[in-house]
């Protein structure tokens, strides 16, 4: 199984120190290697700017290869948001029992 950890999981993970949580950062670093821990870029991009923390960041420089670019491309992307623009209010008319 393939798991994708996302820039609020390392913020969480920051107040999991290594010297004290040894064997969660064994899994994690034996999850990596084993191909099961993947991300995308613009996570690595978000953690580098957000998260202030000297383990997080040895870990992600030891790992930068699971973060891979986007696959969807931006185009798609601003169509989603158009779709959310278009929905937005209308959401009795689409969801005619108010979901």
Request: cysteine-free.
């Amino acid at each position: 199984m393939t798991f994708v950890i996302d820039t609020n999981s390392l913020a969480v993970l920051k107040n999991f120190y290594p010297a004290t949580f040894g064997s969660l950062w064994l899994e994690i670093d034996q999850m990596v290697l084993a191909g099961e821990l993947v991300s995308v870029e613009e996570v690595l991009n978000e953690s580098e700017r957000r998260l202030d923390s000297a383990h997080i960041n040895a870990w992600i420089e030891r790992n930068k290869a699971i973060f891979s670019p986007p696959t969807e491309s931006p185009r798609d992307s601003r169509r989603l948001h158009f779709v959310r623009r278009w929905s937005h209010g209308k959401r009795h008319t689409v969801l005619p029992r108010g979901a």
